[in-house]
């Protein structure tokens, strides 16, 4: 009823939002009488505002044209590789004329980079891609909006989430032999379950994993949303937060745990936080400050942009890693495709190297709960596991921005190629890194 409700809301206020978004042009457009007058300005920029809080927004794109491989420019062409009906793979694959760069990308280490299906799409990681796709060969997990997957195509569990991982990776090592694994929060539990399954049963495992602030022990170092899931009940969870989807979506009848709720829950985190940011948004297209403008408008167009998740998906979830902490007690057991039980074993991994990474500030996995990682892959050799803390970073730093840019991505470039067959292996011994102060 509730999900109802605010369909209903939006689709009133959407002509509003759309007046809105015309009144700002006739104000500032400069063939428009009303934009000489004295408060063209504060009246565009106030009906501006209103049409950015008011719109609907939509999925992103990655939008990522070219990228630079060793100074030399190359296209970049989006394509789903597999379609399954929660997710696809989309690979960002590199074009170029120049031979010397082609034969370089042929050599590059491919790399699979699982996104988390927890409230934003996967285009939230389009800063790790584009830094990523310098030096690798991309594939990304493009998971899929459940409001516009139909009924027919059945319900989503964690499970499934591990076994389209694992169908991801088997995919991969056929076309190129082998690959690299990076997850970035969320996934790093049905990665690493993905990873241990395939090892349990003597399958070739992935080259290396690259682990990113994720919850893989979300006893260590609670944090607000460790405490969220611990404080209520499953029940709860089940009655407060779980709707169907209106009859308006292909999804039509779907339980799912809806993606204006949890933007509800993002904004309720730092309410003075986003009051402030949409009040300089307003100051900065008064002062004719674009690039500002520009930059808010990239943010929030990405931060308002959320997906429903899968009841089913979403519940399991929260009681696997967040109540039951199933995988570091040892009792998690996934159903295969094939309708059999199968117990995640860590310590079956033995050929896949290692690499954790935390943010110093993370408020969201925090500190030691993707190390616990480390612990629970005690059959890779010591040698081949590193653990790297990033000073001064938060949730989003390790993975997007400066301290990505300047510091995190040079080291899981550098350890995927210590673990790349035919290149040099490099001291990667389990320590703590930190940054220097930034």
């Excluded at 292909?250 to 745990?257: E, K, L, M």
């Amino acid at each position: 009823m509730l999900y109802t409700l605010y369909e209903t809301q939006r689709t009133l206020m959407e002509p509003f939002a759309d007046l809105a978004q015309a009144a700002a042009k006739f104000y500032s457009n400069p063939l428009s009488p009303f934009s000489e007058t004295q408060l063209a300005h504060r009246m565009s920029a106030g009906y501006e505002l209103l049409f950015r809080l008011g719109k609907d927004y939509e999925k992103p794109q990655f939008g990522i044209r070219t990228v630079d491989v060793d100074g030399v420019s190359c296209a970049i062409h989006e394509r789903v590789e597999i379609d399954k009906p929660f997710c696809e793979l989309r690979r960002f694959k590199r074009f170029s004329d120049d031979p010397d760069t082609l034969l370089k990308l042929k050599e590059q280490p491919v790399v699979l980079v699982v996104a988390p299906l927890s409230g934003h799409y996967a285009t939230l990681l389009r800063d790790t891609v584009r830094s990523m796709l310098a030096d690798h060969k991309v594939y990304i997990t493009d998971w899929k909006n459940a409001r516009l997957v139909p009924l027919s195509e059945g319900d989503f569990h964690l499970d499934d989430y591990v076994n389209y991982v694992q169908e991801f990776i088997r995919h991969l090592q056929q076309k190129y032999g082998n690959c690299h694994v990076m997850s970035v929060c969320q996934p790093t539990v049905p990665v690493l379950a993905a990873v241990s399954l395939m090892a349990s049963r003597g399958e070739t495992t992935p080259l290396s994993m690259t682990m990113m602030g994720g919850p893989i022990d979300a006893r260590r170092s609670p944090t607000a949303v460790n405490n969220l899931a611990t404080q209520r009940s499953f029940k709860w969870f089940e009655t407060n937060v779980i709707y169907r989807v209106p009859s308006n979506f292909p999804g039509a009848g779907r339980r799912v745990y809806p993606g204006f709720m949890q933007h509800m829950g993002f904004v309720a985190m730092n309410p003075d936080r986003h009051a402030t940011s949409h009040y300089d948004y307003f100051k900065n297209l008064i002062q004719g400050d674009d690039a500002s403008a520009e930059a808010h408008r990239k943010f929030y167009d990405e931060y308002n942009a959320v997906l429903d998740m899968d009841a089913n998906y979403y519940l399991e979830t929260i009681k696997t890693v967040f109540q039951d902490y199933s995988l570091v007690n040892g009792t998690w057991d996934v159903r295969s495709p094939d309708g059999k039980l199968e117990r995640v074993r860590p310590q079956d991994i033995a050929d896949t190297a290692l690499l954790t990474i935390e943010g110093e500030l993370d408020d969201i996995s925090g500190s030691g709960q993707t190390e616990a990682a480390q612990g629970l892959c005690s059959g890779i050799a010591p040698e081949r596991r590193m653990h790297y803390e990033v000073k001064g970073a938060g949730h989003y730093g390790i993975f997007s921005g400066r301290r990505w840019r300047k510091h995190v991505y040079a080291k899981v470039r550098d350890f995927i190629r210590a673990n790349q067959p035919g290149q040099p292996a490099g001291a990667v011994r389990v320590r703590r890194v930190r940054t220097a102060a930034a």
